[in-house]
């Protein structure tokens, strides 16, 4: 019997930082403003994520599935033997790429909204014009890719947790439920 793991917000917030993000990626270089705001907007989203990480419902909240390195090992470890077990929410895998992601994404938006300050635009206008620009942009495009390597990790691994567990976690958030943890 299925149970409801994800509420509508982490959904939410998931798909739309989807989209957002794949949106200022395809962007950048072109689109400037574009760009731009669709940064801020991705910025709102995880500000929105950390929040609702600390006040939301029970398996949103980062203390239901936040673990240490070697218990996310240990999952991925048993998870390739085929001897893995179900988890309510996120498993220790997945709140590992949750950390990477957030993170991630966090750099790549504020790296961004530092460099459109360094042009004189933006909130952060004119409160960096002595930071290296060249470095920054650096910084900002490698935090990008970071990311959408990131992301294509994630798709794998929840194919690969998918097919391992016999549980379509693709439809479980879009539709907020997964199997009852055993």
């Known amino acids: 019997m299925p149970i409801v793991v994800w509420d509508l917000q982490v959904r939410l917030f998931h798909w739309s930082l989807v989209a957002f993000f794949a949106a200022a990626y395809l962007l950048e270089g072109n689109w400037r403003a574009l760009h731009t705001h669709i940064g801020y907007t991705v910025l709102l989203l995880v500000s929105?994520?950390?929040?609702?990480?600390?006040?939301g419902s029970p398996h949103a909240r980062f203390n239901d599935f936040i673990c240490s390195p070697t218990s996310s090992l240990q999952h991925l470890l048993a998870l390739w033997r085929g001897n893995a077990r179900r988890?309510?929410?996120h498993d220790p895998a997945g709140a590992a790429m949750i950390v990477a992601l957030l993170f991630a994404i966090t750099i790549t938006g504020l790296s961004g909204m530092t460099l459109y300050g360094m042009e004189g635009n933006g909130p952060l206008a004119g409160r960096f014009a002595n930071l290296p620009?060249?470095?920054?942009e650096r910084i900002h495009?490698?935090?990008?890719?970071?990311?959408t390597a990131l992301v294509c990790v994630h798709v794998a691994g929840?194919?690969?947790?998918?097919?391992?567990?016999?549980?379509?976690?693709?439809?479980?958030?879009?539709?907020?439920r997964k199997a009852k943890p055993e």
């Open 141 to 147: 495009e490698l935090a990008a890719d970071t990311t």
């Open 87 to 89: 988890y309510g929410g």
């Open 158 to 176: 929840v194919l690969f947790t998918s097919y391992r567990l016999r549980e379509n976690l693709i439809a479980a958030m879009i539709n907020g």
């Open 48 to 55: 929105f994520r950390l929040v609702w990480g600390a006040l």
């Open 133 to 136: 620009g060249g470095l920054l």
